[in-house]
């Protein structure tokens, strides 16, 4: 059956693992995009998920069922198997470190990156991955309907599909930022070019703020020398809209991922560590975009001029592992609890523990400690949207005040309720937190009520919604 | 008296050296810019250059002469004593490392920069020597005069005069690139802000490329969120305009900085080592932004894809050691080295050296390795306009192919004739130094004609006149 309606992501909705007995149970997968997702196809039985397999029992799955189709939540999936190295090239390699690093500005341009032999290869992949997704799109759906294409996993699938079908009406959202056309230009100008023209293959182009969508046009004016008027890009004869669809929080959702129990129990045992001081807190991947290092260091400052406050409040650093088989990520996590140990060190007395950081993966503790906190942190380098900085406001109870990354896309909505911080400076972002400590009862009631009502957005059901009404009927 | 012209530049034309005798004489100063301004002054009586004592004797000369004005080649040199402290803050913290290393592209975003107090303070410093600059400047400029501002030293300089003196017409000319808005906000949000703002206080801003323009215009939309109207910035109810001006080569001035009997002596040992192989040369100083170790690189890459260029070909890299006070720059230095010795090591025979590496400031040595090359790679990460892309041409004798980075300025008047790179893509590099060896005679011709004739542009004195042309009058 050709679906009416179709998602494709790297990562699917569904996860499958070998029961004792040998049978496979699916469970669902992780992260926000597949919750946002997910929602929006809630029982939509002619809508189809493509994704990869990403285990060994997602493969089995894959080939058990016919097709590699499976029934989900109310809709089908289906994993596409592709080959380990391949799909590791594509995945670790050009994806989540090539593309991912030029997307968030992280390259060492003195140094990195090189582009040699390693960088072709996965360059290759990722056009093969692009053409796997493309020609299981192009099986498997209906005339003339809509394929929503999600990240920059999947660049080059638009063009892809529009070669094989132009009848179908194509949608790709890029959940990163886009960066500048000099720092995109770090890429090789065939790849830059190939990724704008892949992109430009879709009828709507989706981010999730004006800032990311005018970095693209500029890119396009810039390496394709494409003619543009306002938000429409002129490409081979067609024209391709650019918008922007910032994804708001699902709160259902949200706190479905946790039993009410242990989120009551890790409250408790914050509330405890807490003795009543402020609650100042960090929620991160250790992924280097978060600016985790910059962040404590900004802690450390505030205790180093304000003695008034020794005692009075207490840091808590919530850090998930991230990519951790990627030097750098282990290098970095490594430099993160270095930092938090050195400035715990420095600060605390018998009666005060200044600064913890924890790494683990313990979704009850963030959510009882989105409630708790009075100043929440988020500072990333550059950062597509950043959902911490929703999820927060939206769940918090105790008139919190976000302080906010300028680079987090979030900035966009939630500026006229938080305090705005420079990521890369230290000092800036210091003087942040202090502001946030000190700000009077007043401001306070006004600006965590406001910051919780703007967090909240756009539901992601809506979100896609949204994106499919401006697609070209 | 009053000047009737003035120039400003962190280094003057001047520098001064105690004799044995303990008086002091002048020697020129080096660098593309003095020899530039230098010849535009030329036996202009009435015009005043205003630069920074950079040594202890240049005080004592700015000391022992009534106002620390000097005569010089025909003109009249200020030389402004600032104190050593502030100084080294302006010009080694916030000059050339922060500044530059934001305007090449050069920082590690995930871990610097990270402002904090020395970054504070070198900004101060920053502001505390442009005062100094424009008070020398209001002090003894003509009414009405143009004032021509030069580089990234002296950005907050040109709001500061039009604050005492509206009167004056000035100019600054931003020597290196500017980067994207994106990057430019790594600067804590108040410095960009002023840097901008400071600029705009002249009437005209001139970069070498119209690039370097664009993304100068676009920062000044993103950032200040002023008007512009195509090459026009609307700025507190004046009209500034923004210009590209590309500095060429005044090839008389070039080689009369070599005693020609030297420059032989030079051509004979190069010829003599090269022993009838191609010289693939390259000729930079040891600044990150060169990029040359990914140059290094590309040559191995060639000699291992192509065994049947040993012994066909030799590379010289003659490397000028820079801002050797500053780590980055002297491990840099090792590493170009190390890279150096590992590629001869892996390919060199009894009877043939594949790539030495000088380290040397041996400008005959320079100028006879200009007029030997077959093939000279420039291939700077991010490059104003690069000189040496303009000076080998010029005195090629050997119909030398250039491989130019189109990240350098000169990219902008030199790709018709020159072999384009992607600087950041080592196998790409390789390719186009196969192909400048590999290029057919008639070709070669062609090209080397047209990027000889290309590269020596618009002479230095003119360039400055075209400026002036474009003050309001």
């Given at each position: 059956m050709s679906a009416q309606l179709v998602v494709a992501s790297n990562r699917g909705p569904l996860s499958y693992e070998e029961a004792p007995d040998g049978s496979l149970t699916a469970r669902r997968g992780a992260g926000g995009l597949v919750s946002a997702l997910g929602g929006a196809l809630h029982d939509r039985a002619d809508a189809l998920w493509i994704a990869a397999a990403l285990t060994p029992d997602d493969r089995r799955a894959a080939e058990e069922n016919e097709g590699g189709i499976m029934e989900a939540a109310g809709y089908r999936v289906r994993l596409l198997d592709i080959p380990e190295l391949e799909y590791d090239m594509y995945y670790n390699v050009m994806s989540n470190r090539f593309l991912w690093f030029i997307c968030h500005y992280l390259w060492d341009p003195a140094h990195t990156p090189s582009i040699g032999e390693e960088e072709r290869q996965s360059w290759h992949a990722y056009e093969e991955v692009n053409r796997r997704f493309a020609t299981a799109i192009c099986d498997n759906t209906a005339e003339g309907v809509a394929v929503m294409i999600q990240d920059y996993?999947?660049?080059?699938a638009p063009a892809m599909i529009r070669t094989q079908r132009p009848d179908l009406r194509v949608g790709i959202f890029w959940h990163i930022p886009f960066p500048d056309a000099d720092y995109l230009r770090l890429m090789p100008d065939r790849w830059s070019r190939r990724l704008l023209e892949g992109m430009l293959g879709a009828d709507l182009i989706g981010f999730h703020t004006t800032r990311w969508a005018g970095n693209f046009i500029r890119a396009v004016v810039d390496v394709l020398e494409e003619q543009t008027t306002r938000r429409l890009v002129s490409h081979q004869g067609r024209r391709v809209r650019v918008g922007h669809y910032p994804v708001g929080v699902d709160v259902k959702s949200l706190t479905a991922g946790a039993d009410p129990e242990d989120v009551r129990r890790q409250k408790a045992s914050i509330t405890d560590w807490l003795g009543g001081r402020k609650l100042i807190l960090r929620v991160d991947?250790?992924?280097?975009?978060?600016n985790i290092v910059r962040g404590l260091r900004a802690y450390e400052r505030v205790l180093e001029k304000r003695p008034d406050l020794h005692g009075k409040v207490s840091h808590l650093a919530l850090l998930t592992p991230s990519r951790s088989h990627v030097p750098e990520y282990r290098d970095y996590l490594a430099e993160c609890k270095e930092t938090g140990r050195e400035i715990a060190k420095r600060f605390q007395t018998d009666s005060w523990e200044p600064l913890r950081v924890e790494v683990a993966d313990d979704f009850p503790r963030t959510l009882a400690a989105y409630e708790l906190y009075d100043v929440l942190v988020v500072n990333p380098v550059?950062?597509?949207?950043?959902?911490v900085a929703r999820e927060g406001p939206v769940l918090n109870r105790n008139q919190g005040i976000l302080v906010l990354s300028?680079?987090?896309?979030?900035w966009s909505e939630l500026s006229p309720a938080a305090l705005g911080v420079n990521p890369f400076d230290v000092d800036g972002t210091a003087e942040a937190i202090e502001a946030a400590i000190d700000l009077p009862e007043a401001e306070r009631a006004w600006m965590s009520k406001g910051v919780a009502r703007l967090a909240r957005g756009r539901a992601p059901a809506r979100w896609l919604e949204r994106q499919l009404r401006d697609l070209p009927s």
């Open positions: 996993h999947l660049g080059l991947r250790t992924e280097l975009s978060k550059f950062d597509g949207m950043n959902l300028r680079n987090a896309g979030a």
